[in-house]
């Protein structure tokens, strides 16, 4: 059974951190080799549909498959230990900054003004789409984030066995949860049964 990508992070480098799952003590990898990692890609909409088969089927010798799923997978170890040194109130380490950096010197993008659903934004568009300019748009959302967004929002999900990060914009900023469906239910009839249980003579 293929387990769906998670998309609740409410930021792109998020949802790339919770491509790695846990169950309590077992890990759930959902990144399982360079295809998934694609498929990941497109999904989050980080590279055109036809744009990903054009470069994997055409011309694979433009790219190693193999290496850029090593340093994907290299990207989001680092992403993961950033999320926690945020969440405790630390700064991300400068390689991961390196990293950031290189990625966005690497694959440049357009950047454009426009005005989406009432409000103002900026548009990037990569100048070569391709396996690796997915990473560039998650370091990008990164680089992003990092510049305006506000660090204390970012939750890891109240799930002990649960190590989804999100970025909380509920309206009052009480979001507990990665979602209802995953852990919130699941904590809620956890709750009800204990209870019930206390209340039995
Ligand atoms: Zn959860």
Redesign the pocket.
């Known amino acids: 059974m293929t387990v769906p990508f998670p998309f609740l992070g409410n930021a792109a480098w998020l949802d790339f951190v919770n491509t790695e799952l846990s169950n309590g003590d077992d890990k759930i990898e959902l990144l399982t080799g360079f295809d998934a990692f694609m498929r990941w890609g497109r999904e989050a909409k980080l590279i055109d549909r036809g744009e990903g088969h054009v470069l994997e089927n055409a011309a694979p010798e433009r790219f190693h498959p193999d290496a850029v799923f090593e340093e994907a997978l290299a990207l989001r170890a680092e992403l993961r230990k950033a999320v926690g040194d945020l969440t405790n109130g630390q700064t991300p380490g400068s390689p991961l900054l390196d990293q950031i950096n290189k990625l966005l010197g690497d694959h440049p993008a357009v950047l454009s003004l426009k005005r989406t659903e009432g409000t103002w934004q900026i548009g990037s568009k990569p100048v070569v789409t391709g396996p690796r300019s997915v990473l560039a748009r998650v370091a990008e959302d990164f680089a992003r984030f990092m510049a305006t967004a506000d660090p204390m929002l970012l939750r890891r999900?109240a799930?002990e066995r649960?190590q989804?990060y999100f970025y909380d914009t509920s309206k009052n900023h009480t979001r507990r949860?990665?979602?209802m469906e995953?852990?919130g239910n699941r904590a809620k009839v956890a709750g009800h049964r204990s209870r019930l249980q206390r209340s039995r003579p």
């Open positions: 999900c799930s649960c989804i949860w990665c979602s995953f852990c």
